[in-house]
């Protein structure tokens, strides 16, 4: 099995930056990239980022492309996300997952192991 834990969520205000983590443990050797989800409240689950480990790509959704950046280690199982420019809009709790599949990085049916999620707030 593969376990996640995200870090770094918070309060911060809009304009503001924050930096989340997250540490992947356990059956790792079959992953082939980490993605970025969110979820806010009564909304279901959507695409934030991703890294596919071959050859470094990573995938954007539309609404946070120029403003977040994925980038990970495949050696060490971890993949960040930095959160610049934050709106109000981007408060959600944030879930990392792996993709042991090798492809749809962009589709949540495509992960098949999620952390627990770490809450981000925008608000001034």
């Known amino acids: 099995q593969v376990q996640l834990v995200e870090s770094g969520g918070g309060l911060v205000q809009p304009g503001g930056s924050l930096r989340l983590s997250c540490a992947a443990s356990?059956?790792?050797?079959?992953?082939?990239?980490m993605g970025w989800f969110r979820q806010a409240p009564e909304k279901g689950r959507e695409f934030v980022a991703a890294?596919?480990?071959?050859?470094?790509?990573?995938y954007y959704a539309d609404s946070v492309k120029g403003r977040f950046t994925v980038s990970g280690d495949s050696a060490k199982n971890t993949v960040l996300l930095q959160m610049n420019s934050l709106k109000p809009e981007d408060t959600a709790v944030y879930f990392c997952?792996?993709?042991?599949?090798?492809?749809?990085?962009?589709?949540?049916?495509?992960?098949?192991?999620w952390g627990q999620g770490t809450q981000v707030t925008v608000s001034s």
């Open positions: 997952a792996a993709n042991r599949l090798g492809w749809g990085f962009t589709r949540r049916d495509a992960y098949d192991h």
């Open positions: 890294i596919k480990w071959s050859g470094g790509t990573t």
């Open positions: 356990g059956r790792t050797f079959s992953m082939y990239g």
